[in-house]
């Protein structure tokens, strides 16, 4: 069964209907410049690596990791696999990073991977060196003991290369655990008409055993998609876990094992990609289920009801089952057999004119055909984005857009992306969120204790989510916003990275060479200013400030802290102090 579809609530108490800017400050933000002893190797993609997956997955890794549990303490990985910490207590005496372990040497790997961390606790560390193998470490408690050497008590060759993506620690029935959730990018014989590859999220549990005297892996589950999620977490204790994606995961391997049969033992009819095609207009949906060979109308499983629809071939599970984006009349609607093949069945809408997003919220196993109904209204609504002059008047009540500020956001969704809540027992999506044009803009760790934030826009805003798996009817809460956000990183045509401050206080921007930009809350002003326009005096202001780095190389790491702005290059790491906290 499918699982139900959910929204995001926006708290309207965050939202400033009246924010109008930000005004640039030229007050210098304070730059303190790090030179490494060795330079951070950038993992660069071979020419076997070509997918957009893999730029998102690995071509634009941020090689820089910020300590959640102890601010101002970052990490990073050099070209002589040094894992180096620099713990900022005082900007003006920075002093050189310190090394806190280091990798093996491994050759064997013909297309490595950048090595990757995660920090699961106060005292434990998840690292993986690029070419598989995964180390769990002892780490004692860090911040003030940030220099002391860490014990590894894990590691083991896990399958092909890998980025960690999170990981956390716990100790149920006495027993320490850590979840580690890897992504692999890979090749996929399978997928013959695609790109050839697909995408792997990889969940493990590594056990204490002997009272914490070794650890092994307990548990290996792996879902699989088809596109990089912008976001995949786990829930605390190992309960669950999150993922935002362009197109759906699914859980296929346990252990090992192919799962391939429900809990029931009902045999699954093996259907070929996609499952079923689907088209609308305004008044009906037809959907087109691809059928095994062979089958008979006598044979034909067919329900509708109650908003739900199922498919299928007597004696085996459903072929498409789940319930609809919205109701229909099932009085209306019927299915016929199309040459053998296929069964078409035609759904009548009860909101004659209301588009869908998706046919089953959830599922992406089937493909979106646009009819011509449906691409002669698309057309009709963006008419008023064709005219010659980009700014024909700027005063006018709905001016033209500029179309250099479309993002792939700004239009008709051809892909449905999701939020989905898997369970961590079944593995089974419990709550999907349809993101529709909400495109996702960064991760930011405000609470270590908390799942990640996710940050996404919504019309010009950015809006801070925070994941509460614990509450089933409100899983998601917003708790922050930083205005017109959304719309600003639009614009910004080089950027790179995009970030947060924990405590929200400001935002930040990177892009590929030099230049940061910094986005503050606002805040009182001391003089009084005046709106020209409205007449209305102005209480705060909200400030944008610009900082350039003093360096020609690529930027590689970019993370921030409620007090400091890191970025790291090839040579350096700059620290930027952005609060005086």
Excluded at 15 to 37: A, K, T
Excluded at 158 to 186: C, D, N, T, Y
Excluded at 347 to 368: A, F
Aim: proline share 7%; net charge negative.
């Amino acid at each position: 069964m499918s699982s139900p579809n959910y929204s995001l609530k926006v708290n309207r108490e965050l939202l400033d209907p009246n924010f109008e800017s930000y005004r640039l400050s030229l007050d210098p933000i304070p730059s303190y410049n790090v030179e490494l002893d060795a330079a951070v190797e950038e993992v660069k993609l071979k020419e076997t690596q070509y997918t957009l997956d893999h730029v998102r997955a690995f071509g634009m890794y941020n090689y820089l990791h910020l300590d959640p549990w102890y601010p101002d303490s970052v990490f990073f990985v050099d070209c002589k696999g040094r894992v180096l910490n620099l713990t900022v207590t005082l900007d003006t005496a920075l002093g050189k990073p310190k090394e806190v372990f280091r990798l093996s040497p491994d050759g064997g790997c013909e297309e490595p991977l950048c090595p990757s961390l995660s920090l699961p606790s106060a005292s434990w560390a998840a690292l993986s060196d690029g070419t598989g193998r995964l180390y769990l470490l002892r780490t004692s408690q860090r911040g003030e003991n940030s220099h002391l050497q860490w014990e590894p008590q894990f590691n083991q060759q896990m399958g092909e290369p890998f980025v960690i993506l999170h990981s956390l620690a716990h100790v149920q029935g006495g027993v320490h655990s850590l979840e580690v959730l890897l992504l692999r990018v890979q090749k996929d014989p399978q997928e013959s008409k695609g790109s050839g590859f697909s995408v792997t999220l990889e969940w493990i549990t590594v056990a204490a055993q002997d009272q914490g005297k070794r650890y092994e892996v307990r548990t290996r589950r792996l879902l699989t998609g088809k596109s990089v999620p912008h976001y995949a977490a786990l829930e605390p204790q190992g309960r669950g876990l999150m993922v935002a994606s362009e197109k759906p995961f699914a859980c296929t391997h346990l252990d090992g094992k192919a799962v391939e049969t429900p809990a029931d033992g009902t045999q699954r009819l093996r259907v070929p990609h996609p499952l079923y095609f689907w088209q609308q207009t305004a008044e009906d949906v037809t959907v087109s289920v691809r059928m095994p060979e062979g089958f008979s109308k006598d044979q034909v499983q067919f329900r509708l009801a109650g908003g739900s629809l199922s498919v299928g071939v007597q004696g085996f599970a459903p072929i498409l089952e789940g319930a609809l984006h919205a109701a229909v009349d099932p009085e209306a609607s019927a299915w016929v057999i199309k040459d053998n093949k296929s069964l078409e069945v035609t759904l009548q809408k009860l909101e004659e004119g209301s588009t869908w997003p998706e046919l089953v919220p959830g599922d992406g196993r089937g493909e979106y055909m646009v009819s011509e109904e449906q691409a002669a209204l698309i057309h009709e609504r963006l008419t008023y984005l064709t005219v010659d002059d980009l700014n024909a008047n700027g005063e006018a009540e709905k001016p033209p857009c500029n179309s250099q500020e479309l993002e792939d956001c700004d239009g008709f969704p051809e892909d449905s992306s999701s939020l989905t809540h898997f369970d961590g027992g079944t593995l089974q999506p419990t709550q999907v969120v349809n993101l529709g044009s909400h495109q996702y803009l960064f991760t930011v760790d405000a609470d270590p204790s908390e799942m990640p934030c996710l940050c996404l826009r919504h019309d010009v805003d950015a809006l801070v989510w925070q994941p509460r798996p614990a509450q089933p009817d409100a899983m998601w809460e917003h708790i922050a916003t930083f205005n017109a956000l959304g719309y600003v990183q639009a614009s910004k045509r080089d950027k790179k990275f995009s970030t947060c401050a924990p405590d929200f206080s400001y935002a930040a921007l990177g892009e590929c060479l030099r230049r940061t930009f910094i986005y503050r809350q606002p805040a009182p002003v001391d003089t009084v200013l005046f709106n020209r326009k409205q007449g209305r005096q102005v209480g705060q202001v909200a400030k944008q400030q610009v900082a350039s780095l003093d360096s020609a190389d690529p930027v590689l790491g970019f993370r921030a802290s409620n007090e400091r702005l890191f970025v790291l290059t090839e040579k350096n790491l700059f620290v930027l102090k952005v609060n005086n906290n």
